[in-house]
């Protein structure tokens, strides 16, 4: 089982940054891929971004391609969301997410106009 606790949401104005941070825990050692998705009211849960734990390698929603950096800490079993020049659009909650299978808790980000 892995546990994954979410941190660094708030309250933002448009063109401003936020830094989102997700930490695992448990058997972390059978991580393939750690990502972050979004959802807003009455909508279906979103991705984000995703890296693949091994390589590095990252993708992204077209959406968020330019602003949004994924990147991760191997030592601190931390995975984070670089979010800049953020939207209104962009608020919604986030969730940290792996193997597509755990989910942590969210947290929330809202931009304001």
């Known amino acids: 089982q892995v546990q994954l606790v979410e941190s660094g949401g708030g309250l933002v104005q448009a063109g401003g940054s936020l830094r989102l941070s997700c930490a695992a825990s448990?058997?972390?050692?059978?991580?393939?891929?750690m990502g972050w998705y979004r959802q807003t009211p009455g909508k279906e849960r979103a991705f984000v971004a995703t890296i693949i734990w091994s390589s590095g390698t990252t993708y992204y929603a077209d959406s968020v391609k330019g602003r949004f950096t994924i990147s991760r800490d191997n030592a601190k079993n931390t995975v984070y969301l670089q979010m800049n020049s953020l939207r209104p659009e962009d608020t919604a909650i986030y969730y940290c997410n792996a193997d597509g299978v755990h989910w942590g808790q969210g947290t929330q980000v809202t931009v304001s106009s």
């Open positions: 448990g058997r972390t050692y059978r991580r393939n891929t």
